[in-house]
């Protein structure tokens, strides 16, 4: 079977780099190039693309992957778009006004928005449903607490809000959970849900320690996105729950 040829923007990021390597080690990938905002450094022939133009990058790509900022991601599925280049974005922070952006986008190619891409967290938002259904005529007050590294620009994450809706999902808005934040060291990612009763609490975490496991599961994406319908996927499809 033939690599298919991965893009990223945000490649000198964090997660870029993540990513980086999670394609470098994977039998079914290989890296077309990357695209950063800074100056890219002097081609070299037969090694990938680094670019600060996307245009010229998408042409040589079979899926393009996004860590970038929300500021930008809408221009870059629209690119996408017009190249008709399958997009898998992670960025967090996006507006209601850019997520409607994406999916507009998702009407003319297949379209991946997850803002948590470890494919366990899949099953913490399944929990985290679950128990608001069972709980939801009961008097509980439920909490969300996000921890993240000192760097991480958007409070609270995107996770965050993702799991508020599990919780909608589960009790229909019976009870709106608190979401707290904080941002501190080098955390790379936890998250807690607590359902907190009188004299007793429930208490769901998931904790990321190595940002690798985000990079492997954006990358798991992107492949499985490729030769998709047109439409807007998230990792509950790559996992094939509903
Ligand atoms: P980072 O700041 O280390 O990296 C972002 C990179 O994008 C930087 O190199 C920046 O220069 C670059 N960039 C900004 N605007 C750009 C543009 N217009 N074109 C090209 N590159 C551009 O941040 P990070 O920790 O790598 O995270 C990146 C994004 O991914 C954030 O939104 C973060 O919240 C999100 N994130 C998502 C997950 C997930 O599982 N989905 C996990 C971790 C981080």
């Given at each position: 079977m033939t690599a298919l040829r991965i893009g990223i923007i945000g490649y000198a990021g964090r997660m870029g780099q993540a990513i980086g390597h999670a394609v470098s080690t994977h039998p079914r990938a290989t890296l077309a190039g990357g695209v950063v905002?800074?100056?890219?450094p002097e081609p070299i022939h037969g090694e990938p693309m680094i670019t600060n133009d996307a245009e010229k990058l998408f042409p040589r790509c079979d899926v393009m992957i996004d860590f970038s900022s929300p500021a930008a991601t809408p221009d870059y599925a629209r690119m996408a778009a017009r190249h008709g280049v399958p997009f898998m974005s992670g960025t967090t922070g996006l507006s209601d006004k850019d997520k409607d952006a994406l999916s507009e986008v998702a009407r003319h190619i297949p379209l991946l928005y997850a803002?948590?891409?470890?494919?366990s967290l899949v099953v913490m938002k399944q929990l985290t449903t679950l128990a608001a259904r069972l709980l939801r005529d009961d008097d509980y007050d439920i909490t969300i607490l996000d921890r993240h590294h000192r760097l991480k620009k958007d409070a609270p994450s995107g996770t965050a809000k993702s799991l508020a809706e599990a919780v909608t999902a589960g009790n229909g808005g019976h009870k709106e959970p608190s979401l707290a934040a904080f941002r501190a060291g080098f955390i790379v990612g936890e998250h807690e849900v607590s359902f907190v009763g009188e004299g007793e609490t429930i208490t769901l975490t998931h904790t990321v320690t190595d940002r690798a496991i985000f990079a492997r599961g954006a990358l798991q994406a992107a492949l499985w996105l490729h030769?998709?319908?047109?439409g807007l996927y998230g990792m509950n499809d790559v996992l094939g729950i509903d």
């Open positions: 905002i800074e100056t890219p803002a948590n891409t470890s494919l030769g998709r319908e047109p």
